[in-house]
Protein backbone atom coordinates (compact mmCIF):
# COMPACT_ATOMS: atom_id res chain seq x y z
CA UNK A 1 0.00 0.00 0.00
CA UNK A 2 1.98 3.32 -0.71
CA UNK A 3 0.84 5.79 1.99
CA UNK A 4 0.26 9.19 0.64
CA UNK A 5 -0.17 11.13 3.91
CA UNK A 6 0.38 14.51 4.22
CA UNK A 7 3.15 15.68 6.67
CA UNK A 8 2.11 17.93 9.75
CA UNK A 9 4.10 20.75 8.42
CA UNK A 10 1.82 20.64 5.02
CA UNK A 11 -1.14 20.65 7.20
CA UNK A 12 0.29 23.75 9.33
CA UNK A 13 0.70 25.46 5.97
CA UNK A 14 -3.05 24.44 4.93
CA UNK A 15 -4.32 25.90 7.99
CA UNK A 16 -2.06 28.82 7.48
CA UNK A 17 -4.44 29.77 4.70
CA UNK A 18 -7.68 29.52 6.39
CA UNK A 19 -9.26 33.37 7.20
CA UNK A 20 -10.62 34.07 10.43
CA UNK A 21 -14.24 34.10 9.76
CA UNK A 22 -14.58 37.24 11.94
CA UNK A 23 -11.57 39.31 10.83
CA UNK A 24 -10.37 37.51 7.07
CA UNK A 25 -7.28 39.33 7.29
CA UNK A 26 -5.36 36.75 9.74
CA UNK A 27 -5.68 33.16 9.44
CA UNK A 28 -6.32 30.50 12.12
CA UNK A 29 -3.12 29.99 12.55
CA UNK A 30 -2.44 33.50 12.85
CA UNK A 31 -4.99 33.83 15.66
CA UNK A 32 -3.28 30.81 17.44
CA UNK A 33 -6.02 28.47 18.17
CA UNK A 34 -5.05 26.09 16.34
CA UNK A 35 -3.54 24.03 19.20
CA UNK A 36 -1.92 20.78 17.64
CA UNK A 37 -1.96 18.49 14.47
CA UNK A 38 -1.02 15.00 14.57
CA UNK A 39 -1.82 12.02 12.91
CA UNK A 40 -3.23 9.34 15.30
CA UNK A 41 -3.25 6.12 12.81
CA UNK A 42 -5.18 7.37 9.98
CA UNK A 43 -6.76 10.01 11.34
CA UNK A 44 -5.46 13.74 11.52
CA UNK A 45 -6.12 15.34 14.79
CA UNK A 46 -6.56 19.06 14.90
CA UNK A 47 -6.90 20.69 18.84
CA UNK A 48 -8.65 23.92 18.41
CA UNK A 49 -8.95 26.46 21.36
CA UNK A 50 -12.07 28.88 21.53
CA UNK A 51 -11.25 32.73 21.89
CA UNK A 52 -14.31 33.71 23.98
CA UNK A 53 -16.44 30.36 25.08
CA UNK A 54 -19.32 32.44 23.85
CA UNK A 55 -17.69 33.03 20.61
CA UNK A 56 -20.50 32.52 17.57
CA UNK A 57 -17.21 32.27 15.29
CA UNK A 58 -16.23 28.93 16.91
CA UNK A 59 -18.79 26.95 14.77
CA UNK A 60 -18.23 27.81 11.69
CA UNK A 61 -14.65 28.14 12.10
CA UNK A 62 -14.63 24.13 12.82
CA UNK A 63 -16.39 24.28 9.49
CA UNK A 64 -13.78 26.29 8.07
CA UNK A 65 -10.86 23.44 9.42
CA UNK A 66 -13.17 20.76 7.75
CA UNK A 67 -13.66 22.17 4.49
CA UNK A 68 -9.87 23.24 3.85
CA UNK A 69 -8.35 19.88 4.68
CA UNK A 70 -11.24 17.78 2.91
CA UNK A 71 -10.22 20.13 -0.48
CA UNK A 72 -6.98 18.86 0.72
CA UNK A 73 -7.23 15.18 0.81
CA UNK A 74 -8.13 14.39 4.19
CA UNK A 75 -10.68 12.12 5.07
CA UNK A 76 -10.34 11.02 8.75
CA UNK A 77 -10.17 14.27 10.73
CA UNK A 78 -11.16 14.70 14.59
CA UNK A 79 -11.19 18.26 15.55
CA UNK A 80 -10.37 18.28 19.08
CA UNK A 81 -11.91 21.50 21.38
CA UNK A 82 -9.24 22.02 24.38
CA UNK A 83 -10.27 24.87 26.54
CA UNK A 84 -6.88 24.68 28.94
CA UNK A 85 -4.65 26.35 29.10
CA UNK A 86 -7.20 28.98 28.16
CA UNK A 87 -6.54 30.89 24.73
CA UNK A 88 -4.58 34.08 25.46
CA UNK A 89 -3.60 36.92 22.72
CA UNK A 90 -0.11 36.38 23.54
CA UNK A 91 -0.43 33.31 20.88
CA UNK A 92 -1.16 35.88 18.45
CA UNK A 93 1.83 35.36 15.98
CA UNK A 94 3.69 38.75 15.17
CA UNK A 95 2.28 38.77 11.68
CA UNK A 96 -1.17 38.15 12.71
CA UNK A 97 -0.42 41.27 14.65
CA UNK A 98 1.16 43.42 11.76
CA UNK A 99 -2.21 42.24 9.96
CA UNK A 100 -4.28 43.52 11.72
CA UNK A 101 -3.25 46.87 12.43
CA UNK A 102 -2.66 46.97 8.63
CA UNK A 103 -6.38 46.36 8.33
CA UNK A 104 -7.49 49.28 11.05
CA UNK A 105 -7.96 47.35 14.18
CA UNK A 106 -5.18 48.13 16.60
CA UNK A 107 -3.50 44.71 18.18
CA UNK A 108 -3.34 43.82 21.82
CA UNK A 109 -0.86 44.93 23.92
CA UNK A 110 0.34 43.93 27.41
CA UNK A 111 -0.60 47.71 28.74
CA UNK A 112 -4.18 46.96 27.95
CA UNK A 113 -4.67 49.66 25.65
CA UNK A 114 -3.82 50.03 21.90
CA UNK A 115 -0.27 51.59 21.20
CA UNK A 116 -1.38 53.70 18.86
CA UNK A 117 -4.12 54.76 16.75
CA UNK A 118 -4.29 52.30 13.50
CA UNK A 119 -5.23 54.91 10.71
CA UNK A 120 -2.99 58.00 11.85
CA UNK A 121 -0.57 56.42 14.10
CA UNK A 122 -1.29 58.88 16.75
CA UNK A 123 -0.63 58.04 20.41
CA UNK A 124 -3.62 60.05 21.63
CA UNK A 125 -5.76 57.93 21.92
CA UNK A 126 -9.21 57.13 24.07
CA UNK A 127 -11.44 54.23 25.37
CA UNK A 128 -15.49 54.49 24.37
CA UNK A 129 -15.85 51.29 25.79
CA UNK A 130 -14.76 47.83 27.12
CA UNK A 131 -16.68 46.16 24.67
CA UNK A 132 -16.97 46.06 21.03
CA UNK A 133 -18.20 44.16 17.52
CA UNK A 134 -17.05 41.38 18.77
CA UNK A 135 -16.24 39.63 22.27
CA UNK A 136 -12.52 39.68 21.51
CA UNK A 137 -12.25 44.13 20.80
CA UNK A 138 -13.04 47.37 22.39
CA UNK A 139 -13.95 50.35 21.01
CA UNK A 140 -11.69 52.68 21.01
CA UNK A 141 -11.25 56.91 19.52
CA UNK A 142 -8.56 58.41 18.03
CA UNK A 143 -8.46 62.11 19.42
CA UNK A 144 -6.20 63.48 16.51
CA UNK A 145 -8.16 62.20 13.53
CA UNK A 146 -11.18 61.53 15.85
CA UNK A 147 -11.64 58.11 13.89
CA UNK A 148 -12.72 55.58 16.03
CA UNK A 149 -11.55 51.97 15.88
CA UNK A 150 -11.69 48.54 17.05
CA UNK A 151 -8.93 47.18 19.77
CA UNK A 152 -8.19 43.40 20.06
CA UNK A 153 -8.34 42.59 23.79
CA UNK A 154 -5.43 41.25 25.74
CA UNK A 155 -6.41 38.10 27.70
CA UNK B 1 -20.75 14.00 42.75
CA UNK B 2 -20.23 16.88 41.14
CA UNK B 3 -23.05 17.23 39.27
CA UNK B 4 -25.38 19.52 41.15
CA UNK B 5 -22.21 22.07 41.56
CA UNK B 6 -21.79 22.19 38.03
CA UNK B 7 -25.56 22.64 37.49
CA UNK B 8 -25.37 25.55 40.13
CA UNK B 9 -22.23 27.29 38.29
CA UNK B 10 -24.43 26.87 34.58
CA UNK B 11 -27.74 28.16 35.84
CA UNK B 12 -26.14 31.50 37.22
CA UNK B 13 -24.64 31.91 34.07
CA UNK B 14 -27.66 30.31 31.75
CA UNK B 15 -30.04 32.85 33.87
CA UNK B 16 -28.25 35.74 33.84
CA UNK B 17 -27.40 35.69 30.67
CA UNK B 18 -30.78 35.43 29.14
CA UNK B 19 -31.32 38.28 31.85
CA UNK B 20 -29.27 40.27 29.93
CA UNK B 21 -29.57 39.39 26.34
CA UNK B 22 -33.49 40.92 27.04
CA UNK B 23 -31.52 44.23 26.87
CA UNK B 24 -30.25 43.83 23.23
CA UNK B 25 -32.03 46.31 20.97
CA UNK B 26 -33.25 48.11 23.84
CA UNK B 27 -30.45 49.36 26.16
CA UNK B 28 -30.20 53.77 26.63
CA UNK B 29 -26.49 53.77 24.12
CA UNK B 30 -25.36 51.79 21.41
CA UNK B 31 -21.98 51.33 23.09
CA UNK B 32 -23.98 49.80 25.75
CA UNK B 33 -26.06 47.64 23.86
CA UNK B 34 -23.22 45.93 22.58
CA UNK B 35 -21.49 45.83 25.95
CA UNK B 36 -24.40 44.22 27.30
CA UNK B 37 -24.62 41.46 24.32
CA UNK B 38 -21.70 40.71 24.74
CA UNK B 39 -21.46 40.00 28.41
CA UNK B 40 -24.98 38.05 27.82
CA UNK B 41 -22.97 36.00 25.09
CA UNK B 42 -19.88 35.54 27.23
CA UNK B 43 -22.12 34.04 30.44
CA UNK B 44 -23.92 31.62 27.70
CA UNK B 45 -20.60 30.44 26.35
CA UNK B 46 -19.80 29.56 30.16
CA UNK B 47 -23.37 28.14 30.54
CA UNK B 48 -22.72 25.44 27.18
CA UNK B 49 -19.12 24.10 29.64
CA UNK B 50 -20.67 24.19 33.07
CA UNK B 51 -24.35 22.38 31.82
CA UNK B 52 -21.82 20.20 29.06
CA UNK B 53 -19.57 18.74 31.92
CA UNK B 54 -23.10 18.58 34.24
CA UNK B 55 -24.81 16.30 31.44
CA UNK B 56 -21.98 14.33 30.60
CA UNK B 57 -20.64 13.88 34.44
CA UNK B 58 -24.99 12.75 34.69
CA UNK B 59 -24.40 9.98 32.27
CA UNK B 60 -28.13 10.21 31.79
CA UNK B 61 -28.12 10.87 27.96
CA UNK B 62 -29.29 14.91 28.93
CA UNK B 63 -27.09 17.90 26.99
CA UNK B 64 -26.45 21.15 28.12
CA UNK B 65 -29.52 21.97 25.89
CA UNK B 66 -31.56 19.31 27.47
CA UNK B 67 -30.93 20.68 31.08
CA UNK B 68 -31.16 24.28 29.92
CA UNK B 69 -34.58 24.12 27.60
CA UNK B 70 -36.49 21.02 29.71
CA UNK B 71 -36.44 21.77 33.19
CA UNK B 72 -38.72 23.37 35.08
CA UNK B 73 -38.64 26.19 37.54
CA UNK B 74 -38.09 24.76 40.18
CA UNK B 75 -35.33 21.98 38.88
CA UNK B 76 -32.99 25.27 38.51
CA UNK B 77 -29.96 26.03 40.78
CA UNK B 78 -29.30 29.65 40.36
CA UNK B 79 -28.77 32.16 43.06
CA UNK B 80 -31.94 34.16 43.43
CA UNK B 81 -29.78 37.57 42.73
CA UNK B 82 -29.50 36.15 38.70
CA UNK B 83 -33.07 36.11 38.29
CA UNK B 84 -34.09 39.56 39.26
CA UNK B 85 -35.63 41.33 36.88
CA UNK B 86 -33.37 43.77 34.57
CA UNK B 87 -35.78 46.69 35.53
CA UNK B 88 -34.11 50.02 34.68
CA UNK B 89 -30.35 50.16 33.79
CA UNK B 90 -29.08 51.19 37.35
CA UNK B 91 -30.79 47.64 38.75
CA UNK B 92 -29.38 45.52 36.03
CA UNK B 93 -26.19 47.28 36.49
CA UNK B 94 -26.02 46.96 39.98
CA UNK B 95 -26.76 43.24 39.62
CA UNK B 96 -24.13 42.63 37.00
CA UNK B 97 -21.78 44.54 39.88
CA UNK B 98 -22.97 42.10 42.64
CA UNK B 99 -22.81 38.52 40.76
CA UNK B 100 -19.30 39.95 38.94
CA UNK B 101 -17.73 40.67 42.60
CA UNK B 102 -18.85 37.03 43.65
CA UNK B 103 -18.63 35.89 40.48
CA UNK B 104 -14.94 36.24 39.87
CA UNK B 105 -13.72 35.43 43.32
CA UNK B 106 -15.49 32.16 42.59
CA UNK B 107 -13.96 31.14 39.44
CA UNK B 108 -10.53 32.11 40.75
CA UNK B 109 -11.06 29.40 43.72
CA UNK B 110 -12.47 27.11 41.24
CA UNK B 111 -9.44 27.85 39.03
CA UNK B 112 -7.23 25.95 41.63
CA UNK B 113 -9.86 23.09 42.12
CA UNK B 114 -8.30 19.31 42.38
CA UNK B 115 -11.09 18.68 39.15
CA UNK B 116 -9.00 19.41 36.19
CA UNK B 117 -12.44 19.65 33.81
CA UNK B 118 -13.76 22.14 36.39
CA UNK B 119 -10.41 24.09 36.71
CA UNK B 120 -10.43 24.30 32.70
CA UNK B 121 -13.82 26.04 32.85
CA UNK B 122 -12.70 27.83 35.67
CA UNK B 123 -9.93 29.65 33.83
CA UNK B 124 -11.22 30.35 30.61
CA UNK B 125 -14.16 32.09 32.49
CA UNK B 126 -11.86 34.19 34.31
CA UNK B 127 -10.67 36.01 31.49
CA UNK B 128 -14.20 36.72 30.46
CA UNK B 129 -15.65 38.03 34.08
CA UNK B 130 -12.45 40.13 34.74
CA UNK B 131 -13.86 42.22 32.08
CA UNK B 132 -17.37 41.88 32.96
CA UNK B 133 -16.22 42.97 36.49
CA UNK B 134 -14.37 46.15 35.20
CA UNK B 135 -17.25 47.63 33.49
CA UNK B 136 -19.99 46.85 35.96
CA UNK B 137 -17.60 48.33 38.63
CA UNK B 138 -16.86 51.10 36.29
CA UNK B 139 -20.39 51.96 35.57
CA UNK B 140 -21.48 51.80 38.72
CA UNK B 141 -18.97 54.58 40.07
CA UNK B 142 -20.05 56.42 37.14
CA UNK B 143 -23.88 56.56 37.85
CA UNK B 144 -23.38 56.31 41.80
CA UNK B 145 -20.67 59.47 41.73
CA UNK B 146 -22.96 61.40 38.72
CA UNK B 147 -26.34 63.05 39.24
CA UNK B 148 -28.86 63.37 41.83
CA UNK B 149 -30.78 61.26 40.20
CA UNK B 150 -28.31 58.42 38.77
CA UNK B 151 -27.39 58.43 42.59
CA UNK B 152 -30.74 58.43 43.75
CA UNK B 153 -31.57 55.25 41.47
CA UNK B 154 -28.07 53.34 42.12
CA UNK B 155 -28.89 53.33 45.42
CA UNK B 156 -32.60 52.33 45.27
CA UNK B 157 -30.58 49.53 43.05
CA UNK B 158 -28.35 48.51 46.18
CA UNK B 159 -31.35 48.66 48.23
CA UNK B 160 -33.12 46.31 46.72
CA UNK B 161 -31.01 43.64 45.61
CA UNK B 162 -28.95 43.68 48.78
CA UNK B 163 -31.27 41.12 50.18
CA UNK B 164 -30.23 38.83 47.90
CA UNK B 165 -26.35 38.77 48.25
CA UNK B 166 -26.18 36.92 51.31
CA UNK B 167 -27.27 33.55 49.39
CA UNK B 168 -24.00 33.73 47.60
CA UNK B 169 -22.17 32.69 50.44
CA UNK B 170 -25.02 30.68 52.33
CA UNK B 171 -22.47 26.93 51.33
CA UNK B 172 -23.25 23.31 51.23
CA UNK B 173 -21.92 19.81 50.36
CA UNK B 174 -23.49 20.44 46.40
CA UNK B 175 -21.10 23.76 45.97
CA UNK B 176 -17.63 22.90 43.93
CA UNK B 177 -16.23 24.98 46.40
CA UNK B 178 -16.79 26.60 49.69
CA UNK B 179 -18.48 29.79 48.83
CA UNK B 180 -18.59 31.16 52.45
CA UNK B 181 -14.54 31.60 52.72
CA UNK B 182 -15.08 34.02 49.74
CA UNK B 183 -17.11 36.58 51.48
CA UNK B 184 -13.81 38.57 53.13
CA UNK B 185 -12.68 39.35 49.46
CA UNK B 186 -15.81 39.90 48.08
CA UNK B 187 -16.87 42.29 50.28
CA UNK B 188 -13.63 44.03 50.50
CA UNK B 189 -14.21 44.42 46.60
CA UNK B 190 -17.39 45.94 47.03
CA UNK B 191 -16.69 48.06 49.72
CA UNK B 192 -14.22 50.43 47.55
CA UNK B 193 -16.45 50.09 44.82
CA UNK B 194 -19.13 51.28 46.67
CA UNK B 195 -17.38 54.16 48.48
CA UNK B 196 -15.91 55.54 45.12
CA UNK B 197 -19.49 55.25 43.51
CA UNK B 198 -20.52 57.50 46.74
CA UNK B 199 -23.18 54.70 47.68
CA UNK B 200 -24.01 53.29 51.11
CA UNK B 201 -24.29 49.33 52.00
CA UNK B 202 -27.18 48.60 54.00
CA UNK B 203 -26.57 47.46 57.37
CA UNK B 204 -29.60 44.76 57.37
CA UNK B 205 -27.63 40.90 56.57
CA UNK B 206 -30.66 40.07 55.96
CA UNK B 207 -31.11 37.45 53.37
CA UNK B 208 -33.93 35.32 50.94
CA UNK B 209 -32.48 32.10 50.55
CA UNK B 210 -33.69 29.09 47.92
CA UNK B 211 -32.60 29.71 44.64
CA UNK B 212 -29.64 27.29 44.85
CA UNK B 213 -31.39 24.73 46.66
CA UNK B 214 -34.25 25.44 44.46
CA UNK B 215 -36.39 25.19 47.48
CA UNK B 216 -38.20 28.62 47.10
CA UNK B 217 -37.07 30.65 43.24
CA UNK B 218 -39.04 34.07 43.13
CA UNK B 219 -41.90 34.47 40.78
CA UNK B 220 -39.70 35.97 38.44
CA UNK B 221 -37.73 32.80 37.22
CA UNK B 222 -40.74 31.29 35.68
CA UNK B 223 -41.65 34.27 33.61
CA UNK B 224 -38.14 34.19 32.14
CA UNK B 225 -37.87 30.69 31.23
CA UNK B 226 -41.64 30.82 29.38
CA UNK B 227 -39.96 32.98 26.81
CA UNK B 228 -36.67 31.63 27.39
CA UNK B 229 -38.16 27.83 26.83
CA UNK B 230 -41.10 28.38 24.50
CA UNK B 231 -39.84 27.22 21.34
CA UNK B 232 -37.79 23.82 21.87
CA UNK B 233 -40.69 23.13 24.20
CA UNK B 234 -43.44 23.89 21.68
CA UNK B 235 -41.01 21.77 18.88
CA UNK B 236 -38.77 20.22 20.74
CA UNK B 237 -36.93 18.59 17.55
CA UNK B 238 -36.36 21.84 15.99
CA UNK B 239 -33.04 22.95 14.30
CA UNK B 240 -31.53 25.75 12.99
Known sequence: MVTTRASVDEVWGWLAAVPDPEIPVISLVDLGIIRDVQWRGDTLEVTVTPTYSGCPATSIINFEIEAALLANGIENLSLKRQIAPPWTTDWMTD????????????????????????????????????????????????????????????? | MSVAGLIRMGDNTLVLGQRVSEWCGHAPALEEDIALANTALDLIGQTQLWLGLAAEREGAGRTADTLAYHRDAWDFRNLLLVEQPNRDFGV???????????????????????DAEIAAIAQKSVKEVTYHRERSSDTVIALGDGTDESRARMQGALDRLWPYVGEMFSADDDDLTDVSALKPAVFTYLETILAEATLTRPDSDFAHMGGKTGARHTEHLGHMLATMQVLPRSYPDATW
Open chain 2, 92 to 114: TMMRQFLFDAWHLEALTALSAHD
Open chain 1, 95 to 155: TGKAKLERYGIAPPQAAGGPARCPHCQSVRVEKISQFGSTPCKAQWRCTDCLEPFDYFKCI
